[in-house]
C-alpha cells in the first residue's frame, strides 16, 4: 500500500513517501546542502520537503530559481497542485511580467518560481527585498558557476536573509573538483548529499537502462574527402612555422588549443604589432573552420557536410566575408574537396543505423517514444527528414531558439508544444539538439540515441536520464572508429566516473551535521570585510536601464553604490550634473564605428555634458573585426582630441564597476554636484529616421538602407517587399534578403 507524505503545508495523499527522497530532505534541512541525483527520481519532491519545513518553522518567502521558462512554468503548476497554499501566493516570474508589477507580486507571494535573470536584475535595481526569504532553492544547480546569475544571487541572499538557508539540485555537477568547489563555495553550500542508482534505498525506484556502443566504419569515400580538408590544415600549419608560430603535435591540436592560441595572438595586438600576427590570426581561423569540417564528415555527414560548406561559400563571397573563408574558398585542395562532396552520393552509415534502430524499436511496441540526440542542427534536419519516410515513424525537429543563415529556430511557445504533442503521441520520435538536455519537462522515453558522443560528462548524463524513468529504457551511442568520436567517448566515461568518485570523496569530507549557526559567524565576518568604504558616503549612479543586463550594474551594486535606473536618451550611467559615461565593450566599439553610430552618440554625450567619459572594456580592441589598427587609432584621436571626450580603458565588468565608482566618490565627495541626467539624441531629419529604422536590421548598414529606400520608395514598402523582390535592390545579396524577412515575419519571442 502506498504511504503519502503529511505535513500541513502539502496536500494530503499527493506526494508517495520514499525513504531515500525523505533521507535527503532530513540532511538538506541541517545545512545549506547539495543535493545529486540521477535525473527523474524527484529532485523537485525534495525541494518540496525542504521549502515545506522552512516555510513551516520560520514563515516568510520560499524562492525556487530555475534555468528556462518553460521548467519555471513545470515547477509552479506542481507546487500548486501539492502545495497546501493559495494558488495566489504561488507566483510565477519571467521576463514576460512587468518589472513594475513583480514589485507587487513579491510583497503578495509566498512562494515564487522565477529565471535567475529576473531575479538578480530585481535585486539590482532594489524591486525585491530578501531578507524575509527562508530558502532558495537553486535547480540545476550546476550552473552555479562565472557569472551566472545564480552567484550573484546567493551572494546577496546570504548577506540580507534573516534566516538563509538553500538547497542546490542536479544530476549532475561536473567531474573536477574545482567545478564542484566552485559551485558549493558559490552557494554557500555545507554538506553534499549523494544518490546513485545502485544505492539500496533508491534501486526499487529504479528501472533498467541499457546503455549499448556501436561502432561504425567511415566509407572510403568520405575518408577520401576527410583526407583533402587535413591536407589544407596541413599547409596551413606549415604557414604558421614559417611566420613564427609553431605548433607542436598539429594532428592532436584540440579546438580549446585553437581557441586559445587565437586568444594569445590577438593578445600580441597592442601597440604596432607585427604584420605577421595578423597573417597568423587568419590563418588560425581557417584551421578552425576546416578542422570544423572534418568533425562533420567523421561524426555526421555529407547532407551536414554540403549545409557547412555552402555556408563557407556564402560567407567568402559576402561584401562581409572573411579574409580567412574568402582564400578557402580558393584553395585547390579545398576545391576538390568540394567537387567529390557534389559527386558522392552516399550518406553516413549512422543515418541507416539510426533508421533501423528507431523503425525496430516503434515496430515491435507502438506507443514507443524515442530520442535522437545531435550535435549540429543540420544532421538534425536530415535525420528528421530522412525518418519522415518511414511508416509508422512522426519525427519532429526539436532546437534552440536562435535564427541564423537558412536555419530558423523554435520559439519557447513552439518548443512546449512540440512537448505536449510528444506526450499525446501526434510525433513519437523527437530528434532534438542539446536544448532537449535538460530545462524542459520532456517525458520518459523507451530510447534514447546519441548521433555522436559528447565530451560533456554532464550533457552525457543529461541525455542518458531522458529513458528509463518509468520503464525499462535504450541507450545507444553511434561511434564512428579512428575519429574524434572514439576520443569524445572516452572522455565522457572517464568524467563520469571521475565525478562518482569526486561526489563520493565529498560527501564525506563536508560534514552533513554542519548548522546555519555554525557558519553564520562567518557569513557575517564576510559581510562586514565587503562593505566598501564608500558605501555609508551613499554614492550614486543613474543607470540606463539597458545597462542592469549587464555585470557592470551587478558589481556597483555589490560596490555598494546605489543604483538608480531610468530610461537615458545620452550615456549609459550618469555620476554627476557634468560627467556622464558611455560604455563599450571592444567589441561594441567597432561595431558602431563600422556601422557609423559611434560618432553621433559621442557627440550627444559631448555636447550634453561638461566632461563626458567614454569608457572601453575588455580586449580586443584591434582583432575584433580585423579593422585596420590606424582606423581605430583615428576615431579614438578623434573622440578625445575634436570632442574632448575622456577616454578609460577596463580590463572586464569588475574592472568597469571599480573605475566608476572611483569617479563617482570623486565627484559626490563634497556633496556639491547634483545627479541629474540631461541631454536629447540629436533630432535627425525624416530620411534619417527613415534609414535609422532599415539600419537597425543586422547586418544592413547605412549605405543599404540607403539603397532600399530608394529602390521602394518608403520604410513600409521595405518591409512588405519578398524575398525576390529585395535581392533586386544593388549590393543586396541573399544573407541580407533572408535576414530581412527573418525580422520582419518572425514571431516576436520577448
Known sequence: MTSYIKHPLIRPDMVEQRLYQLDLAGRSLSSPTLVVLPTGLGKTIISLLVIASRMEKFGGKALILSPTKPLVEQHATFFKKVMNISEEHIITFTGGVAPEKRADLWKEGKLIVSTPQVIENDIITKRIDLSDVCHITFDEAHRAVGNYAYTYIAEKYFENARNPHCLGITASPGSTDEKINEVCEVLHIRSVAVKTETDSDVKPYVHKKEIEWIKIDLPKDMAKIKELLEKVIEE?????????????????????????????????????????????????????????????????????????????????????????????????????????????????????????????????????????????????????????????????????????????????????????????????????????????????????????????????????????????????????????????????????????????????????????????????????????????????????????????????????????????????????????????????????????????????????????????????????????????????????????????YTRDAEDSAILIQTLTNREQSDGQREIKPHGKKTAQLLSEQQEYIISAINEIGPKAAKNLLEYFGSVENVMKARYEELIKVHNIGPKTAARIREVVSSEYKG
Open 236 to 648: 596551413r600549419f606549415t604557414k604558421l612555422t614559417e611566420l613564427g608560430f609553431p605548433v607542436h603535435n598539429p594532428k592532436f591540436i584540440t579546438k580549446k588549443d585553437l581557441l586559445g592560441m587565437q586568444k594569445k595572438l590577438q593578445g600580441e595586438l597592442r601597440g604596432m604589432p607585427d604584420p605577421s600576427v595578423y597573417a597568423a590570426i587568419s590563418i588560425v581561423a581557417e584551421i578552425m573552420k576546416v578542422s570544423h569540417a572534418v568533425e562533420i564528415i567523421e561524426t555526421q555527414g555529407m547532407e551536414s557536410l554540403r549545409k557547412y560548406m555552402e555556408r563557407l561559400d556564402h560567407e567568402a563571397y559576402s561584401k562581409s566575408g572573411s579574409k580567412a573563408s574568402k582564400r578557402l574558398a580558393e584553395d585547390l585542395y579545398m576545391r576538390q574537396a568540394i567537387h567529390r562532396i557534389r559527386d558522392t552520393d552516399i550518406e553516413h552509415p549512422k543515418l541507416e543505423m539510426v533508421r533501423n534502430i528507431v523503425l525496430k524499436q516503434i515496430a515491435g511496441k507502438q506507443e514507443s517514444r524515442a530520442i535522437v540526440f545531435t550535435n549540429y542542427r543540420d544532421t538534425a534536419d536530415m535525420v528528421t527528414t530522412s525518418l519522415e519516410t518511414m511508416e509508422g515513424i512522426r519525427p519532429v525537429r526539436f532546437v534552440g531558439q536562435s535564427s541564423k543563415y537558412k536555419d530558423k529556430g523554435l520559439t519557447q511557445k513552439q518548443q512546449v508544444q512540440i512537448i505536449e504533442d510528444f506526450k499525446k503521441g501526434v510525433y513519437n520520435v523527437l530528434v532534438a539538439t542539446s536544448v532537449a538536455e535538460e530545462g524542459l519537462d520532456i517525458p520518459s522515453t523507451d530510447l534514447v540515441i546519441f548521433y555522436e558522443p559528447i565530451p560533456s560528462e554532464i550533457r552525457s548524463i543529461q541525455r542518458k536520464g531522458r529513458t528509463a524513468r518509468k520503464h525499462v529504457g535504450r541507450v545507444v551511442v553511434l561511434i564512428t572508429k579512428s575519429t574524434r568520436d572514439e576520443g569524445y567517448y572516452w572522455s565522457s566515461l572517464s568524467k563520469e566516473r571521475r565525478m562518482q568518485n569526486n561526489m563520493k570523496e565529498l560527501q564525506g569530507s563536508m560534514s552533513a551535521n554542519a548548522t546555519l549557526e555554525q557558519y553564520a559567524p562567518q557569513l557575517i565576518e564576510k559581510d562586514q570585510r565587503q562593505l566598501s568604504e564608500f558605501h555609508d558616503k551613499g554614492i550614486k549612479v543613474i543607470v540606463d536601464h539597458r545597462e542592469v543586463r549587464s555585470q557592470v550594474a551587478r558589481e556597483l551594486e555589490r560596490l555598494g553604490v546605489n543604483i538608480e535606473v531610468k530610461t537615458l536618451e545620452v550615456g549609459d550611467y550618469v555620476i554627476s550634473e557634468r560627467i556622464a559615461i558611455e560604455r563599450k565593450s571592444a567589441e561594441d566599439f567597432v561595431s558602431s564605428l563600422l556601422n557609423n553610430t559611434l560618432f553621433e552618440q559621442i557627440s550627444n554625450i559631448s555636447r550634453s555634458y561638461q566632461k563626458p567619459v567614454l569608457l572601453i572594456e575588455g580586449d580586443g580592441l584591434f582583432s575584433a573585426r580585423q579593422i585596420n589598427p590606424k582606423s581605430i587609432h583615428g576615431a579614438l584621436t578623434s573622440i578625445g582630441i575634436d570632442f574632448g571626450v575622456s577616454i578609460f
